[in-house]
């Protein structure tokens, strides 16, 4: 048996990531590019596995949030450019230039130090619009223009974030459609005083699934790469076929029988009223698998059978309830997180659940698990 595959897993998708590329890519605007944002571990689907995809399927710009995401995917061979999303320390440019990463410039002061460290970097502006985290205030035309003409920095790029384009309320809207004026005003005006515009870029997922007209030369996509929206019942302009990539098993490695009145895991929060089947799965929030998921709030799929967690999901590992379920074995394949036969446990509802949203949960389950493709898809190799 494959070695990755007996505890708990990933299982990526790859047909299906190829498929919302190209979805995507339709629902843009011609002549814009996908940048595709695998920052923490792309979202739990692993970052070198998902941006070599991306590569051999023509991806050939990414996001990620630190610089050491950036090296990790430069290590790994990944062609094309990639822009830091985040902070990154300014004496650490030389690296910034060594792996050819564009790194984005968070405020004036912090590229005026950047450019000190007298090492040329490729850099993106990212200006405020009124989300106010990162970024230079639409308003400061001349600061903005000054980097233009920094001696060590090469301004590639400027972008903004859009901080409630998910909402489809009016006056969210209304804040929205300021934003996106604000930053092109601030492109004009830097156009009229004679700077040669870099690319632009201000959509995420929902920035183009909401705001599809844009016309812009990236939209920056994570979530809606992978396939799924934040929260089961947002509705967005434009409703694109995306396929779930991801999804989250583990396996059975036994099957207990308790008594009534007996109690099963920490805190002894579930005791059986009778006679009870419990499956223990090793798999836990140590996993990414949210602990507020306890006492009945998550099921699992086994063979057909909908089970639910029953007692404290541990760091480890949880136990559901198969009483009512016939023929389930030790060794049985369990989905924590998407679809077996005609059943669906979907990232926006399991998250949903947990009072959380898909981003978080899948990429929380980045960190200890390992990740296995399944595609029927041969046209690309598996990296390693
Ligand atoms: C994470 C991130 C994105 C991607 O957002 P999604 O909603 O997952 O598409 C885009 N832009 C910035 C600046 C980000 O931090």
Known sequence: MERKTERAWIEVNTGNLCHN?????????PGCELMAVVKAQAYGHGAVLTASYLNQMGVSAFAVA??????????????????ILGYTDVRRAEELKEYDLMQTLISYEYADALNQQGVTVKAHIKIDTGMHR???????????????????????????????????????????????????????????????LPKLHIQSSYGLLNYPDLVCDYVRVGIALYGVLSAPNDDTV??????????????????REVRAGESVGYGRSFTAGHTARIAILPIGYGDGFPRSLSEGKGRVLIRQYVAPVVGRICMDQLAVDITDAEGITVGDTATLVGAEGYDELSAPAVADHSDSIS??????????????????????????
């Open 21 to 29: 590329v190209e979805t995507l890519k339709k629902a843009m605007q």
């Open 359 to 384: 981003n978080e949960l899948l990429c929380r389950m980045g960190a200890r698990l390992p990740v296995i493709t399944r595609s029927e898809d041969r046209r690309f190799h598996t990296p390693e």
């Open 66 to 83: 630190t610089v050491e995401e950036g090296i990790a995917l430069r290590e790994a061979g990944i062609r094309g450019e990639i822009l």
């Open 238 to 255: 434009l409703k694109p076929d995306l396929r779930p990539v991801l999804s989250l098993k583990s396996r059975v490695v036994l099957i």
């Open 134 to 196: 990162l970024g230079i205030a639409c308003g400061e035309l001349s600061a903005v223009r000054k980097l233009f003409f920094m001696e060590n920095i090469r301004v590639c790029g400027m972008f903004t974030h859009l901080c409630c384009s998910d909402s489809r309320q009016p006056d969210d809207m209304a804040f929205t459609r300021g934003q996106i004026e604000k930053f092109y005003s601030l492109a004009d005006a830097l156009r009229d005083s004679g700077i040669i």
